[in-house]
């Protein structure tokens, strides 16, 4: 579980504090005993592709996906061919509604990353087929302060927060240098309650256009 080098650098204090020396050794331990998710190798893939200093969008999720070839490290992303998740196509079909993009054919968002948005769950495992089961082990810890470090050294992110857990995240963002967008959780318990025509995408390009910042390609398809 190693973060590359720019990242390591950015959260160089925090990575040295007991509590996540205390969830590498727990989390190694689940991976070595049980089927968690992400693949160990992609635990820190979000990270991979963007580095600190180029992320211009947050997306935050919650924790990965429990299903068997889901989870690849991104939130909300799943690998090439795998069936789209329920929350993951309300967000495809409200990015067609919102930008009209073409229904994207997969569900495999590596295209928005490489443009500087940084898909990042809350919780970065889960065991197979337990949904929360590494909440409150310590990631919320380190992904808080991933928040609050890029609010804190960057201006002109705009922050997605989509839900009530999502939305608590808040409290770590300098809305005066910032954006940040709410709306309800993309799940269809919640999207009706005004995920659609929240228009999430064209917000966030009209912001980064202001800023002098280039705009996210969203379209996928």
């Known amino acids: 579980m190693q973060l590359n080098k720019q990242w390591s650098s950015f959260l160089e204090e925090d990575i040295k504090l007991n509590y996540f020396n205390k969830l590498h050794k727990f989390v190694d331990n689940e991976y070595n005993n049980k089927v968690i998710f992400p693949n160990y190798e992609d635990i820190f893939k979000a990270f991979e592709l963007v580095q600190p200093c180029d992320v211009c969008v947050v997306i935050v999720g919650q924790d990965p996906y429990h299903g068997i070839n889901q989870a690849h490290g991104l939130a909300f992303s799943i690998l090439d061919d795998c069936k789209l998740p329920p929350s993951l196509k309300n967000i495809f079909i409200e990015l067609v509604d919102d930008i009209g993009c073409s229904m994207p054919s997969n569900g495999n968002l590596i295209p928005w ?42 201006k002109n992110i705009v922050f997605i927060l989509w839900g009530a857990y999502a ?52 379209c996928l398809a």
């Open 113 to 154: 990353a490489k443009q500087g948005v940084l898909l990042i769950n809350s919780v970065l495992s889960v065991e197979h087929s337990k949904a929360h089961s590494h909440k409150n082990i310590g990631w919320e810890q380190f992904t808080d302060n991933i928040i609050k470090q890029l609010s804190l050294n960057y």
């Open 167 to 218: 939305q608590k995240k808040a409290i770590f963002i300098d809305e005066a240098k910032n954006l940040i967008l709410k709306a309800p959780h993309p799940s269809p318990l919640s999207s009706y309650r005004g995920f659609f025509t929240s228009k999430p995408f064209s917000k966030t390009n009209v912001y980064l256009d202001s800023v002098g910042k280039k705009k996210i390609k969203w």
